[in-house]
């Protein structure tokens, strides 16, 4: 939404630091569905080469054995991210008014249109001046 995207860009100017951990968590937290898509790739490749019962084949107990203990890391991790998202979200909740009068000023710009038409603004334009304007009001 046009909010989050002010949010984002507030933060990028007054909180650089913040918008850095959220981007790195952002990944870190891609990679972690990646890796358990893998993961459940490799399990069901396991069980689909099983001859015989299950529970008597090696190899997908120790697949099995494999994507429990893994599993159980990317949890751990996941938790730790998470609570490093909430201290996150938390600094954002503080710009968030800041947001919302962001994306106010640009519906208003907007409507310039219907007076003349060369009061065309893009969100480009818009949401930086609007930010800075914000900041040094």
């Known amino acids: ?30 990679e972690f569905a990646v890796r ?10 396991a069980l689909n080469e099983a001859k015989g019962s299950i529970l008597e084949d090696e190899k997908v107990i120790g697949t099995l054995e494999t994507l429990k203990s893994e599993a159980a890391e990317i949890q ?16 954002t909740n503080i710009y968030r008014p800041l947001s919302v009068q962001c994306s106010g000023i640009f519906f208003a710009m907007e409507t310039l249109n219907q007076i003349h038409y060369l009061y065309q603004y893009s969100l480009q334009v818009t949401t930086p001046q609007a930010v800075l304007f914000l900041l040094n009001f």
């Open 1 to 30: 939404s046009l909010q989050s995207q002010c949010a984002n860009r507030v933060l990028k100017s007054e909180r650089p630091d913040v918008d850095q951990k959220r981007s790195d968590l952002l990944k870190l937290q891609g």
């Open 36 to 45: 358990l898509r893998h993961l459940e790739k490799s399990l069901l490749a």
């Open 76 to 91: 751990q991790k996941v938790e730790e991210s998470d609570v490093v998202m909430a201290e996150v979200e938390s600094v």
